[in-house]
């Protein structure tokens, strides 16, 4: 791919896409159902075992399919070998040849194709220049770093002019603060080439900062897709609003509703008459800086539901501040509780043992949280 050219984006499709590794198992994907906008990125996120890295390699073409189809713009790749179907695989290894250099890294499909050394080596030049590697074209792998050995690694998927680059965890071996500055430039080279990536995180804050969307998956299907605004601002189900984090759930009356932990209200118990709101005492105190994280322990409800959190700003505990112990009234607004659903469970999965029969109504939630 030369520096001023890239191919037009690709959609993908999944239909009903299963995998299934031995009969009488339960499949590692499960009829999940996906389309992927052209020149979007897409993450696929949740938690080890979710399906999220199966579905990665189906559409690479490195796993076989038990049934369903994916299409790359409306074309069916599904029993396409990985070279035929117009993708490219960046590994979290990045699974760089050792003995080669940069340059020979980046060209190394285009000489198992066949092209002229002069001609590869151009193309791979223009690739390391645009991830800005050129000045270090004749470097081997292990005199790079590991955000070096990631652009070359970027570089030499690009090659091949996928219609979609797709990524596997490629930031999970990097340390936090080169983690943070290269999902900044995999977003601008994402931008720049107008490509469709789909990369696989287990990571909330990785997927909220890279993805336009999505995919929140729990054993083998698709519990949401929508925009990080969306999925953290309205959880689908209970398993969405605790995998994402920052969100307390409880059970009133028939349903379950998730409220952000930085939009819970809380007082002192001070023992007075006519205090209202959920009793409950302080257990821990984190600082985070520019937060303080309480945890907290609810009095009179089922153990697994009775661990919360609230989210105060530094100033706000500062001129309130809790000590562990501490009793404390909970409560929130109606706004901003978010009903869910019963979540992507099979038949035979007893979920979590709260029945979801149907919403509680708004004025019943109202009533619990004053």
Same mark, same amino acid.
């Given at each position: 791919?030369?520096?001023?050219?890239?191919?037009?984006?690709?959609?993908?499709? =999944?239909?009903?896409?299963?995998?299934?590794?031995?009969?009488?198992?339960?499949?590692?994907?499960?009829?999940?159902?996906?389309?992927? *906008?052209?020149?979007?990125?897409?993450c696929?996120?949740?938690?080890?075992?979710?399906?999220?890295?199966?579905?990665?390699?189906?559409?690479?073409?490195?796993?076989? +399919?038990?049934?369903?189809?994916?299409?790359?713009? @409306?074309?069916? =790749?599904?029993?396409?070998?990985?070279?035929?179907?117009?993708?490219?695989?960046?590994?979290?290894?990045?699974?760089?040849?050792?003995?080669?250099?940069?340059?020979?890294n980046?060209?190394?499909?285009?000489k198992?194709?066949?092209?002229?050394?002069?001609?590869?080596?151009r193309?791979?030049? @223009?690739?390391l220049?645009?991830? *800005?590697?050129?000045?270090?074209?004749?470097?081997?792998?292990?005199?790079?770093?590991?955000?070096?050995q990631?652009? #070359?690694?970027? *570089?030499?998927?690009? =090659?091949?002019?996928?219609?979609?680059?797709?990524?596997?965890?490629?930031?999970?071996?990097?340390?936090? !603060?080169?983690?943070?500055q290269?999902?900044?430039?995999?977003?601008?080279?994402?931008?720049?080439?107008?490509?469709? !990536?789909?990369h696989?995180?287990?990571?909330?804050?990785?997927?909220?900062?890279?993805?336009?969307?999505?995919?929140?998956?729990?054993?083998?299907? $698709?519990?949401?897709?929508?925009?990080?605004?969306?999925?953290?601002?309205?959880?689908?189900?209970? !398993?969405v609003?605790r !995998?994402?984090?920052?969100? @307390?759930?409880?059970?009133l009356?028939?349903?379950?509703?998730?409220?952000?932990?930085?939009?819970?209200? =809380?007082?002192?118990?001070?023992?007075?008459?006519?205090?209202?709101?959920?009793?409950?005492? #302080?257990?821990? $105190?984190?600082?985070?800086?520019?937060? +303080?994280?309480?945890?907290?322990?609810?009095?009179?409800?089922?153990?697994?539901?009775?661990?919360?959190?609230?989210?105060l700003?530094?100033? *706000?505990?500062?001129?309130?501040?809790?000590? +562990?112990?501490?009793?404390?009234?909970?409560?929130?607004?109606?706004?901003?509780?978010?009903?869910l659903?019963?979540?992507?469970?099979?038949?035979?999965?007893?979920? @979590?043992?709260?029945?979801?029969?149907?919403?509680?109504?708004?004025?019943?939630?109202?009533?619990?949280?004053?």
């Amino acid at each position: 791919m030369d520096a001023v050219t890239a191919p037009p984006p690709a959609a993908v499709e =999944i239909v009903a896409l299963t995998k299934r590794y031995a009969a009488g198992t339960p499949p590692a994907v499960d009829q999940i159902d996906l389309r992927i *906008a052209s020149g979007s990125y897409c993450c696929l996120l949740g938690p080890s075992g979710c399906g999220k890295s199966t579905t990665l390699r189906m559409v690479a073409g490195h796993e076989s +399919v038990s049934s369903g189809d994916i299409l790359l713009d @409306n074309r069916n =790749i599904t029993n396409l070998p990985a070279a035929a179907r117009g993708t490219a695989m960046m590994f979290q290894s990045f699974a760089l040849f050792p003995h080669l250099s940069a340059l020979d890294n980046v060209a190394f499909s285009l000489k198992m194709k066949g092209v002229a050394k002069a001609e590869r080596h151009r193309r791979a030049r @223009n690739l390391l220049e645009r991830v *800005a590697m050129g000045h270090l074209a004749e470097r081997k792998p292990a005199e790079l770093s590991g955000g070096q050995q990631q652009r #070359v690694a970027l *570089a030499r998927a690009l =090659i091949t002019e996928p219609r979609v680059l797709l990524l596997d965890e490629p930031l999970s071996a990097l340390d936090p !603060f080169l983690r943070i500055q290269m999902r900044a430039e995999l977003r601008r080279w994402q931008k720049e080439l107008g490509l469709t !990536f789909i990369h696989v995180t287990h990571s909330q804050e990785e997927a909220m900062a890279l993805a336009d969307t999505m995919v929140v998956m729990n054993h083998g299907l $698709i519990e949401q897709v929508g925009s990080p605004h969306q999925v953290y601002n309205h959880p689908a189900s209970e !398993f969405v609003a605790r !995998f994402m984090g920052g969100h @307390n759930v409880f059970a009133l009356n028939d349903g379950l509703v998730a409220v952000r932990n930085d939009h819970m209200r =809380i007082t002192p118990a001070t023992g007075a008459a006519g205090e209202t709101g959920m009793p409950a005492h #302080v257990t821990d $105190i984190e600082y985070q800086g520019t937060y +303080v994280l309480l945890g907290l322990h609810i009095t009179g409800v089922r153990p697994e539901r009775s661990s919360v959190s609230v989210l105060l700003s530094e100033k *706000a505990f500062a001129q309130h501040p809790y000590e +562990v112990g501490a009793g404390v009234h909970l409560s929130w607004s109606e706004a901003d509780a978010r009903l869910l659903g019963p979540g992507a469970t099979r038949p035979d999965d007893p979920g @979590n043992g709260w029945p979801v029969s149907r919403p509680a109504p708004m004025a019943a939630l109202a009533a619990m949280a004053a």
